[in-house]
């Protein structure tokens, strides 16, 4: 097994309360014009939103509000506009992991001419870059140490993934008193995205044992930490693991030597978020269930059982199969029971099973192996149960 | 527990079977002039060799072989005098953690007029740097992807660390092939050396719940691996979970928000192989279990009740002081039974004690405050039980 790897994460992280105290002395690195990309109008309610004007009384700042959750290439597109109509030098995306991918595609739109869409589907290269620092107030999507992205074009209901090297945020700011407010559904849904990066890369192998075991401790502590965030929302330590077990989720550490492509359950759900628009987590804990049900065979069923060994602290005292149906009845009780999700997707605004075709012919189509190799009818079924 | 921390490690890995293939591209990012530093002549009898030499045709390749282990001042003043004469633009480090720690001093030593040991002192600052780029032919030391480095000055008899933050290698290839014919004296030696790294940070508390489940990872990793290339050299996996731990192990990324000064038996150690000249891992090996003996107490003991539950798979049948001792224990069996290292410092060369005052002196002054608070009392104690 010697499936070779790149890691390379240049991102400077800086971690712990009052942390943004340190926001100035990183923009000024990067020039004098920033753009403040955020979502909603809540951000300036906040503390946060007080002391990066004071970071950044020095500079010049601009802002672009209201980025959507699904980010919409035309939201980057007036961001780009922005930019180079205000020469700007850096851009400072505070939010989740929607404004962050929004600022992603933003940073080379700043320098591209046409529709920010070619730079997505690969019409036209991305070629230069503005840096990008991040805040992010919500843990889950990885996306502030990574450098991929995910952006809906509302046109043609198309919701299409990009990455490049050069993405990576220059800087992230981790703060998890920021996400101490945030609502127990937002809370819950990003812990479980992060989860399932984790949970989708560990069925990958063959992978390295010290990899494995990192990512089982990733995952436990994920795990250990969400009830009690969602009983007590100021836990800082709590608070604290998950932002740092999200953010190294799709950092490229916990890839290592995977041969294939992991990430079908996410790319099922991107079908399911770019055509009904709802929330990212929320999708992947209505479907992984089903997905890791669909999956569970003759074959597949050691490693569900060496994560309910490893991860879920489940006896090893049934067959393999027997365990890995316990380990899917652990994760719909801490998904539905603690955490209090919707069950099915026909509770959250998919209205019909019409669109399951096309949106599986799109996902086998971004993701061809899996741990278990899936068809466009596997990914049927496993919507119409999810449904 | 807001003890806040940044992480930063900007070193571009590259994994694998030989991936060696890809050092000639890397580097040429930096230039035409490169030093090549090593150890033993043995490497010119190494297929990496000819694999160096044909992907630096294109460029001017200067050697340096010799440096020692626990490497001298003196031989970083000879590698500066090299790279002012010769104009070398990059510094290619082979071998063990003591040639990439002498390439470390090198780098800003290449620009400074007068004896390196002023930059090690704080007499002179460190201010320009030459790029380094390793390739490790042992796992342990995990300074490939760090920016600290030791050194020893054999006129006084010191050894000093020295950290600056432009001393990350800007590139490592790591192959574990590369470690297929370390002898079983020097991968015992360089696993002990990384799981201590982890159990000094591991026991240092508070710290976030998802670096020590992290850690916890590594470490079962290690020891599960450390067997099975003793008995089976060649075997790839084992090899690459080592040298992945080993990398990660002092990369700034399992410190996360840890108070106090960890590496308390590090420091004391360092003072064995200034004054003795034995190898690190090896020091490591014999004070470790002493030192964890000295140190469990009624207070400490359910930190080593987590490592033996968590990581050794001990059974929770006992008190934590139990549990302590037997994690103790295991740890003996590995280092002196399965691996076969001595056991006692007068076994290899430490021939008496008239020095540990000393050591102690020096040891506590480099660690303030370890999990728990040694002084200098108590290091001679550590020392002599050892001895």
Not at 160 to 167: A, I
């Amino acid at each position: 097994m010697t499936y070779n790897f790149s890691y390379h994460v240049p991102t400077r992280i800086y971690f712990g309360d009052q942390i943004s105290q340190q926001l100035g002395q990183e923009l000024k690195k990067h020039g004098h014009n920033v753009l403040l990309m955020y979502g909603s109008e809540r951000l300036k309610t906040l503390s946060l939103y007080q002391t990066i004007l004071e970071q950044t009384k020095e500079l010049n700042l601009f802002e672009l509000g209201g980025v959507e959750p699904n980010p919409r290439h035309s939201t980057v597109n007036k961001a780009a506009t922005i930019c180079k109509e205000k020469h700007i030098d850096v851009i400072l995306a505070v939010g989740g992991g929607s404004v962050v991918d929004c600022a992603k595609l933003t940073s080379p739109a700043a320098f591209y001419s046409g529709n920010c869409w070619d730079l997505v589907t690969g019409k036209a290269p991305m070629e230069r870059f503005l840096p990008i620092v991040t805040i992010p107030t919500i843990s889950g999507t990885g996306t502030d140490m990574d450098a991929f992205g995910i952006v809906s074009n509302q046109d043609t209901l198309d919701k299409l993934p990009f990455f490049h090297p050069q993405l990576y945020p220059v800087a992230s700011f981790l703060d998890p008193t920021q996400t101490f407010t945030v609502s127990k559904f937002q809370t819950a849904c990003g812990a479980i995205d992060a989860f399932s990066h984790y949970l989708e890369v560990y069925f990958m192998r063959p992978n390295l044992d010290a990899h494995l075991r990192c990512i089982e401790g990733f995952m436990k502590s994920i795990l250990k930490a969400l009830p009690i965030v969602l009983e007590h929302p100021n836990d800082y330590e709590s608070r604290a693991s998950i932002m740092w077990a999200s953010s190294w989720a799709l950092s490229g550490f916990t890839f290592g030597p995977t041969k294939g492509t992991p990430f079908m359950c996410h790319w099922i759900e991107d079908e399911i978020s770019a055509k009904y628009d709802i929330t990212h987590g929320l999708g992947l804990a209505i479907i992984l269930p089903h997905y890791l049900d669909y999956c569970l065979n003759e074959q597949s069923a050691p490693l569900y059982a060496e994560l309910g060994t490893n991860v879920l602290d489940l006896p090893q005292d049934c067959s393999p199969q027997e365990i890995g149906k316990k380990c899917i009845q652990a994760l719909q009780t801490l998904f539905f029971s603690t955490c209090g999700l919707p069950k099915r997707l026909r509770d959250c605004g998919v209205s019909n099973t019409d669109k399951f075709p096309e949106m599986a012919r799109i996902a086998c189509r971004n993701c061809m192996h899996g741990f278990v190799d899936l068809n466009q009818e596997d990914v049927i079924n496993i919507l119409t149960a999810s449904f």
